[in-house]
């Protein structure tokens, strides 16, 4: 499957107009059933978001997080969940450019645009049998798993803290339905299961790949951010847009009352600031500029700001917002849910960012 970005020459980010407007009209149904339609997994396929990161040997490498960020956000304004299953599809395709020139090329032997969910938490097991790894286990949460074509598997090997990340094709896994949630339903975040899966070495990396960042110079650009230096803004794009989405229906409503006024000034305030801050968070990552705590700052900071300004138009818009299927309603949920993800945890990267402006040899 060839993404639209590279049959009609048209960018990720324009794309994505054509992915919102028909994730608008699926959202509440996502949100009922707990999955994505097929038809908007294939749109956001279609339009890049699978390919955007792909690696494979030989090809063409040039997907920004700057481009995704953007894309992202119109997605997210229209169903959070689809942004979110966007997002999980573009990281975890960099992800698996860290896997050997063997593993890339069966990964995307027919073409860029794979769909492939990760689950980032390690669990279960992997021992070495042989000449391969088996790997049995069960990992929670993985959101679009529902979707994909491949996953990446977090696991302990050895006997210390050592992990390692196992490429498994569709085949191999099963899903248990476990996703019951207040927010991002659609992303069909379920569990998945392998039991004596076994993976060949040519499929398998050490998760430390991601977490450092590629120091290779030939590497394609996006692969050279650590973990916590380009994904972090990518997670809190889709709360931003969900937000704005929020902000537009609530807007269009012209709520009365003495804190309508004060509402719409923070709120849309407070959501440019965090789009700002987005912004260079993804300039930061592209142009290999900036420390890497900074733009884990940078997008833990945005994400309470929109958290923030959600909350207070929420607040504004009484209880009739409080009915589903009120976007206002779906909007405040998505973004609570979204803005709890590790990516975005105050605590964690603070302390990164306190370590690199108090280094602990001064």
């Not at 492939?116 to 097991?125: D, H, K, M, N, S």
């Not at 590629?214 to 994904?231: I, V």
């Not at 009365?256 to 305030?269: E, I, N, Q, Y």
Request: glycine residues 12%; contains cysteine; aromatic residues 8%.
């Amino acid at each position: 499957m060839t993404g639209l970005g590279t049959a009609a020459g048209t960018s990720l980010a324009a794309a994505a107009t054509g992915v919102a407007a028909l994730a608008a009209d699926h959202a509440p149904a996502a949100d009922r059933d707990r999955r994505l339609r097929p038809e908007v997994v294939a749109a956001l396929v279609g339009a890049g978001f699978a390919g955007h990161f792909a690696s494979p040997p030989g090809g063409p490498a040039r997907g920004t997080f700057t481009e995704l960020l953007r894309a992202l956000v119109t997605v997210g304004e229209a169903c959070a969940s689809a942004s979110w299953c966007g997002l999980i599809f573009a990281t975890s395709a960099r992800m698996a450019g860290f896997l050997p020139a063997a593993g890339r090329a069966e990964l995307w032997r027919d073409g860029p645009d794979v769909p492939i969910a990760t689950g980032l938490t390690p669990a279960g097991r992997a021992e070495r049998v042989g000449d391969r790894w088996r790997v049995d286990g069960e990992w929670r949460f993985v959101s679009a798993v529902e979707f994909a074509e491949w996953a990446l598997v977090r696991a302990p090997v050895g006997s210390g803290s050592d992990s390692c990340f196992f490429a498994v094709p569709r085949r191999r896994w099963t899903v248990r339905d476990t996703w019951f949630t207040v927010g991002m339903r659609g992303t069909g975040s379920n569990s998945l299961r392998l039991d004596g899966v076994t993976v060949p070495d040519h499929l398998v990396f050490p998760a430390e790949a991601v977490f450092r960042g590629s120091d290779d110079p030939g590497a394609p650009a996006f692969l050279r951010p650590p973990l916590l230096g380009g994904h972090p803004p990518l997670f809190a794009a889709t709360a931003l847009g969900a937000a704005r989405g929020g902000l537009r229906s609530w807007t269009a409503k012209r709520p009365a009352g003495a804190s309508a006024a004060p509402a719409l000034a923070r709120s849309s305030g407070e959501l440019d600031a965090a789009g700002m801050l987005l912004e260079r968070a993804a300039a930061a990552a592209d142009s290999g500029d900036g420390p890497a705590a900074r733009t884990a700052r940078d997008s833990f900071v945005a994400a309470e700001l929109v958290l923030g300004a959600v909350e207070r138009l929420f607040r504004a818009a009484g209880t009739r917002a409080q009915a589903a299927p009120d976007p206002l309603e779906r909007a405040w949920r998505d973004v609570h849910a979204a803005t709890s993800h590790a990516a975005l945890g105050a605590e964690r990267n603070s302390e990164h960012y306190a370590r690199h402006v108090w280094p602990a040899d001064q």
